[in-house]
């Protein structure tokens, strides 16, 4: 039952800070946060090369060079994040080497996160957090005992990783009779021409993606907030009907995919491989063609960890 209207829902939860992922609204590339890789030789600012290859288990991944790869594989490595400028340390997460994917001279590394550290959020909020998070966890298998399900300390893990915020974008793709478009975070650039994306091996756009093999990213500005979370539900559906999106499209430049008229950016890229890893096909994929209007000049939605206000406290922003 709602006793409450949504207003004083969003007024209580800011007054209470919980810890919990949310939209944010920044310029790409955000200047907040730098992720740093740790224990193996000298530190390794990996701001722009770290990406999610699979949510189960929560894999990270990251490229290197072929004898870097080597090396890190018994090595005691950790992500860390730190707020740029002050260098504050607001979580860690720590790395086992799972496999690679070797790019020529490149390694794709894929890491499994045995354990994280979180510093951001204070100690008891956090255990009241992971407590809520745990019965929350319950209730859902209960309800439905085959529902996609991350594990408790890769849930964790995952918020440690959010604590850098993420870019959202529209992607859009088409085969034959079938097309589509939806959000995903789960994407990045690394160090190199390779571009990845990550997605759900159950969703159908999987088929459409490695059969036409190109697709169209949009970055999303931060007033597609509401929009952006609706069209989550097209990650299950086979096709859609274009005339049903609440924005005008046109053709991407390159493609002629159809892409929001208020996208901030529209990079098209060529799928070059994809591999099955855990619950999601990891896409490796150049970009074939990246356009910035002139005009866009809006703040981007992105993804982020944490409350509002220790997320703009910290980074020196006021609400
Ligand atoms: C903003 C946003 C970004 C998403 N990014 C990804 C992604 O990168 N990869 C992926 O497999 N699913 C992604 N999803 C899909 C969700 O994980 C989820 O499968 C989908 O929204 C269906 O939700 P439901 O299973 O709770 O109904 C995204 C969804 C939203 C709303």
Redesign the pocket.
Known sequence: MNLLPAPAKRWLRRMANLPRYGPLGLHDPQQFVEVWLEGCGAPRDVTRNNV?AA?RPFTIGVMLEAASAEASAGADLRLAMRQRGSGFLLGVIHLRLASTIPLGALRFCLFETPKCENHCVPAATLRLYYQRQRWRSWQRQRKNPY??RMTLSDIRCSYVFYQCPRP?VLVSVQHEGSSNM??????GPTDSPCFS????ST?PAVRLMQQSRRMALASAPFTYKDT??E???H??LASIDWTSLPFPTEPSPEFGLPVPEAALRVREVKVEEFHEVGS?VLFLTSVVRDTVPATARELQ?F?SFSSYRQYLAMTGRTA
Do not use: Q
Not at 197 to 200: D, E, F, G, Q
């Open positions: 999610v949510l529902n996609f959202v939806f959000p995903m975070d789960l994407i994306m990550a997605l759900r969703s952006a979370y069209l989550g539900r990650h299950k999601h939605l993804h």
